[in-house]
Every structure is written in C-alpha cells, then in structure tokens.
C-alpha cells in the first residue's frame, strides 16, 4: 500500500528507495513517541498537481518541532519544494504526503541536538472511503492541555487515538469521538468535529483539540457560503438528537456520520449544510480554485 520497490523517499538529504530506508532501533522517538509528523494532500487539478495547504501544514510541523524541543532548521519553503520533488519523482498526482522528524539514539529523556526528517508519499484515498459513519463516544479522553502539548501533532499522542478507534471497531463501529478532561466533546482519534442544529454548524473551540487546517478550511468554505458558525463547548447530551455531523481532516477531508451511540441524526447525510460543504471542498481542490494551494 505505502510502496513498491521503485518508490523514493527522502531522508536526510538524500533520495532513497524507502525500501531501503533505516532508522536506528535505539531511537528516542520509537521508545518514546517523541517525534513529530504532518498529514497533507496533493490533488490532480486542471492546472497539475498542487498540494492542499502546504505552506500552513509545513509551518505546523516547525511549530511542533519547536514545541516539542526537536532542533529542526528546515525553511517552510524548503519543504514544499523537496515535497513536490518527492511527488515528480514518484510519479503522484492525487497523494497522501507524510513528513516525519524523528530522534537518533537517546535514551535520557532529554531534548536531542539532532533530528531527521523522513518524506514519504502514496495513493490513498479518503480515510473512510466516503462512507457515513457510525460512531461511539470512546471511553478513551483526549489528552489534558496542562499534562501535554495538545496543539502540536506528536507522534506519541496517537497511540491515545489507535486506542479508541480499536475500542470502537471492536464494538461494531465505525470510529470513535472523543470527549475532553471536562466531558466535554473534543473531536475524533484523527479528526475535528461538527454537528448541525437548526441551520446551525458548532464545533468545540481551540485549546483542547488538535486546530485542523481542514477545520479552518470548513469556516472558510461555511462563510462564502453564509453558513453560520459557533464555536462553542458541548456535551454529548446535546449533540445526540441533532440534524447531523461530520469530521473533518487532511485523511478524511470532510466525511459525514450516521449516528452517535446507535442514536441517528434527523437528516440524512445529504440534506446536511455538512454534505454541501464537502461538494464545495471537492470542487474547489479538484479544480484548483482554492486559493491556498502552494505553487512552485
């Protein structure tokens, strides 16, 4: 799925079969989970391969490597062009890029002087292959803001989301949604969250959550079309019973839910502002009329 055997990655400054690529078994991030990583899409436009949002993804990672003490000296514009190069070289349109920075060797729980960026890319469509899902209200928490750097998409933070998807598979489901330390709902192992009320679109505001470059895409796309938006803390008592909802991620991009806890929303994926919104994210991906694409 991820490659073939005459797939390159990068790694360190050098183009390799990724294959062939190595990492050392005594690695900070490996025992640890200290690393840090991104999730970005290239898409097949009218006017050739553009990448969704590079520049905000790629400033996102200098933000976590920082956040998180990994000397990592790469430019935002370095990035985007070695991720272009990655894409020509791989013969990639519609993509799924993955940058990661890791840790050597380090085993005393302190900052290292080193890092290594790893860029890797493959086909994959959407998360849920467009399906609506039912979901459950995971008995796993999103991480304390006060006991971690919740802002910032740390490698080690997922094992908390593998957890909860796992718990919601194994009980019929499709994905699980997580609450916050004050019960109140967070968002999804790999996704923000929205619900719909009475033409109404809410979601919990930033501090708790992960801030989703797809979720700002949502409040961009929901004001050109004079959707309203609230931002808001909520318990799952209010979102059970409402019109509908959706995730939103660079993986899922935007994918509407059926139900909570075996409770359906009133509408159907289709009459949701949630369904519009997505045909419109498509729309302008697909036809490069997305102003935030990078270009090279």
Known sequence: ??????????????????????????????????????????????????????????????????????????????????????????????????PLVYVNARMDLTPSANSNLFLCAWEWENLFNNKVLDIMTSSFRRPDPKSCVVDAKVTGHYTNSILATTEAKINGFDEALLLDANNNVAEGPGANFFYQKDNVLYTCPLGNILPGITRATVFEIAKELGFKMVEKYFTIADVKGADGAFFTGTAAEITGIKSLDRVDFKLDWEDTLGYDLSRMYQRKVAHNEYQEFALV
Do not use: P
Not at 9 to 21: D, F, P, R, V
């Open 1 to 98: 799925m991820y490659y073939k055997e005459n797939t390159l990655s990068y790694l360190n400054g050098k183009w390799i079969k990724a294959s062939e690529a190595k990492t050392d078994l005594y690695s900070q991030t490996m025992h640890y989970g200290c690393g840090v990583f991104e999730g970005i899409r290239s898409y097949d436009t009218a006017d050739g391969v553009r990448i969704f949002k590079a520049e905000e993804h790629y400033q996102r990672l200098i933000y976590s490597a920082k956040k998180t003490h990994l000397n990592f000296d790469y430019t935002t514009e370095q990035l985007v062009k070695l991720t272009y190069d990655l894409l020509e070289k791989n013969e990639l349109k519609d993509a799924y890029i993955r």
